[in-house]
């Protein structure tokens, strides 16, 4: 689910590139209109690299399944190869000043 920051609401989602491995983005959708998008990772944030993302039922995939803020670190709940759950984590501010330079 989206996080509401003041930024606005953050959002990390997986795409598929044409080499069939899944990567983590991320975007901010405006607060009070959350059906628009003004920020968007121009690349990939996070992509499979562990044995244990890169190989299981499905071969390099990470896909976003929850997350928390404690005490201004981030972090990401994850799935990887369809087999394992993992964690990833940043601080908060500096995801948020990453995508706040990058503007739709």
């Given at each position: 689910p989206p996080l509401k920051t003041a930024a606005g609401w953050l959002q990390i989602y997986h795409g598929v590139g044409a080499d069939k491995r899944y990567r983590l983005g991320a975007l901010l959708l405006e607060r009070e209109?959350?059906?628009?998008?003004?920020?968007r990772t121009r690349v990939p944030i996070y992509e499979p690299q562990a044995p244990y993302e890169a190989r299981g039922i499905y071969n390099g995939v990470c896909f976003p399944c929850g997350h928390a803020v404690i005490d201004g670190t981030y972090?990401?709940?994850?799935?990887?190869?369809?087999?394992s759950c993992a964690v990833a984590t940043a601080k908060l501010d500096d995801l948020l000043a990453c995508l706040l330079a990058q503007p739709c």
């Amino acid at each position: 689910p989206p996080l509401k920051t003041a930024a606005g609401w953050l959002q990390i989602y997986h795409g598929v590139g044409a080499d069939k491995r899944y990567r983590l983005g991320a975007l901010l959708l405006e607060r009070e209109n959350p059906g628009r998008v003004t920020h968007r990772t121009r690349v990939p944030i996070y992509e499979p690299q562990a044995p244990y993302e890169a190989r299981g039922i499905y071969n390099g995939v990470c896909f976003p399944c929850g997350h928390a803020v404690i005490d201004g670190t981030y972090f990401l709940y994850y799935g990887a190869g369809d087999v394992s759950c993992a964690v990833a984590t940043a601080k908060l501010d500096d995801l948020l000043a990453c995508l706040l330079a990058q503007p739709c």
